[in-house]
């Protein structure tokens, strides 16, 4: 089956920053897939250009069948954007404005039920402009879905949230089964609790990709063992736990077995690119 | 062509949303209007033409470049800014159905700025209306005006750095117009040389055009070439609506420049 996103040596740069050097991506259908990076890495230089929104220096990109520079009216009827903050729109209801924006596709969600499913059914006579931070990204949302796209781009969508929404929000994302999704963010566990695949983005290059339980052979690494008096780091942490339950006689007092953790990954990745 | 009138109702909701907006866009040429009117009185001697009626024709051209140029200068600069243009662009929205949606809003602003105009001039001022073959020349020069000034309006939305900035910007040159093409001050006393500036520009056809409306044969020895001059009024304006779409075409952009 034909990749949704497919990128092959894209680079980027303003003046003699190279936002982008040679990434090489391939987003399948119906996957949920996160960029991760720091500020500035090249996310949403990226993602920019995957919408069209941004000029490429080089390389070859294919998002639902089309160059992004060159796509036109019909292309975007299949996609759905959500930018990152925007204020816009504030003196209309949520109603109004999903029902304005779904009069752009040839064929929209039903507003209603997509104001339902955002979790915003409560508050759709309200005005835009009143609503809380968390309730305007919701609104953000049903505008990239409204036109019932095959790929929907989520750019840094939960930054500013306190916890929460947050874990609300995600529950939202969860539940648009079905819908390709490219997410950018620089929240680690926003990529794991969300993304079957991530790809860690540092300094214009992709790092690392692949599952976030396994990746930068997560699974694999070494465990670190603590207890009262003192901690190892070992490939075989269930071994060390018994031999300290044999000196103990029974509980180790203080025991702890981590892993490291998709943030250690992460920083060593971004770390060792540096 | 529904998603244009989409747009236009779209927009019009967001104008008249905004209340303090909605007052002071409406009233400000009235205002005017009723001060100018209640300073300066009385006729030209000998024309039948009254003070009132010059202001009456002036006040309605400034008016349409207000809710075009002015209106639209503005407000787009802050649509760009908050991130509204960059949305839209995101949609398959045509361009030219957003353009088309703001000219029929603007359209229907104008339309409402100049009945309340007309009311005031005629309660106030005993203005008489236009007849006959005047209704038709009321009609295309205020199209032609709206059109152009819509045109530069989107067109000088990019001129603003950003968009607390735009007010001021857009403001001076618009301003300075309205006093050398006789809304302010009657043409009758402006310099010849600042007349020939103004003709450069669509506000002081604008402003000759409604005379011939307003003013009727009555006025005709009042202008300096005896004549309203309509046909070149219709070419000038006609000159600025291609102008003006060139320079949109050439500089509009959906982003803020801080975005790329």
Redesign the interface.
């Known amino acids: 089956m034909d990749p949704v996103v497919s990128i092959k040596g894209l680079t980027k740069s303003y003046g003699s920053l190279q936002a982008v050097q040679s990434v090489d991506l391939a987003i399948g259908r119906g996957e949920i897939f996160a960029l991760l990076g720091p500020n500035g890495a090249g996310k949403s230089t990226t993602v920019e250009i995957l919408e069209g929104h941004r000029r490429r220096d080089g390389g070859e990109v294919t998002v639902l069948g089309e160059d992004p520079g060159r796509a036109g009216r019909r292309w975007r009827e299949r996609i759905g954007i959500v930018l990152q903050t925007s204020n816009d729109t504030a003196e209309v209801t949520v109603r109004e404005v999903v029902r304005h924006f779904a009069t752009f596709y040839p064929r929209p969600r039903n507003p209603d039920e997509l104001i339902e499913q955002v979790g915003l059914g409560a508050q759709r006579h309200q005005r835009v402009g009143r609503l809380s931070g968390g309730q305007r990204r919701r609104v953000d949302v049903a505008l990239g879905l409204v036109g019932d796209p095959e790929l929907l781009f989520l750019d840094e969508p939960t930054t500013g949230f306190d916890p929460e929404a947050r874990r609300r929000f995600w529950e939202l994302i969860k539940g648009l089964q079905g819908t390709t999704i490219l997410l950018t963010t620089h929240y680690l566990d926003e990529a794991e609790a969300l993304a079957d695949r991530v790809a860690v983005i540092a300094r214009g290059r992709i790092v690392a990709e692949g599952d976030p339980r396994t990746l930068g052979g997560r699974s694999g690494g070494r465990a670190t063992v603590s207890w009262a008096e003192g901690s190892v780091r070992t490939d075989s942490p269930t071994a060390t736990v018994t031999e300290l339950a044999g000196r103990y006689g029974g509980e180790v007092p203080g025991l702890q077995v981590v892993r490291p953790t998709l943030e250690d990954t992460y920083l060593e990745l971004i770390g060792a690119s540096r | 062509m529904?998603?244009a009138l989409?747009r236009a109702g779209?927009e019009l909701?967001?104008f008249f949303?905004?209340r303090d907006q909605v007052v002071f866009t409406f009233s400000l040429p009235i205002v005017l209007l009723v001060l100018f009117g209640s300073i300066f009185t009385g006729e030209y001697p000998g024309t039948g033409v009254t003070v009132a009626e010059v202001y009456t024709a002036g006040m309605i051209g400034a008016a349409v470049l207000a809710v075009s140029l002015q209106n639209l200068g503005i407000s787009i600069a802050v649509?760009r800014e908050?991130?509204?243009l960059?949305?839209l662009?995101?949609?398959?929205?045509?361009k030219y159905a957003y353009f088309a949606g703001k000219v029929g809003s603007v359209l229907v602003m104008a339309l409402c700025e100049i009945a309340l105009l007309l009311a005031v001039a005629v309660l106030l001022y005993d203005i008489d209306l236009p007849r006959g073959t005047a209704w038709l020349t009321f009609a295309w020069v205020v199209f032609l005006g709206l059109t152009s000034g819509c045109l530069l309006g989107i067109a000088a939305s990019s001129l603003a750095g950003s968009a607390k900035s735009a007010g001021a910007v857009i403001t001076l040159p618009f301003l300075v117009l309205q006093f050398i093409s006789g809304v302010f001050i009657p043409f009758t006393e402006l310099p010849g040389w600042l007349t020939d500036v103004a003709a450069i520009f669509p506000l002081k056809w604008m402003c000759q055009g409604l005379r011939a409306v307003f003013l009727g044969d009555g006025g005709l020895v009042l202008q300096p070439t005896g004549s309203y001059e309509l046909a070149k009024t219709a070419l000038v304006l006609g000159a600025w609506v291609i102008g003006g779409l060139v320079l949109c075409l050439m500089t509009f952009r959906w982003?803020s420049r801080r975005d790329?």
């Open positions: 529904t998603v989409a779209f909701k967001v949303r905004e649509e908050e991130g509204a960059k949305r662009s995101g949609t398959p929205l045509p982003k790329g």
